[in-house]
């Protein structure tokens, strides 16, 4: 039996992935492009951070 996804149930795969999300919303809140980002084409149909008009 294989059970390919109970790898990321370890501790430190959870706190890799927690520290993932903060680096991106950091980047995110700076308007700076996500380090992860994937579908980075839609920074040039807006870029990353909250606009305030």
Request: glycine share 6%; proline share 8%.
């Amino acid at each position: 039996m294989l059970l390919p996804h109970l790898g990321s149930a370890t501790v430190e795969a959870r706190r890799a992935m927690a520290s993932v999300v903060v680096q991106n919303l950091n980047a995110f809140l700076k308007g700076e492009t996500p380090p992860n980002l994937v579908n980075k084409e839609v920074v040039n149909v807006r870029r990353p951070g909250f606009r305030v008009d």
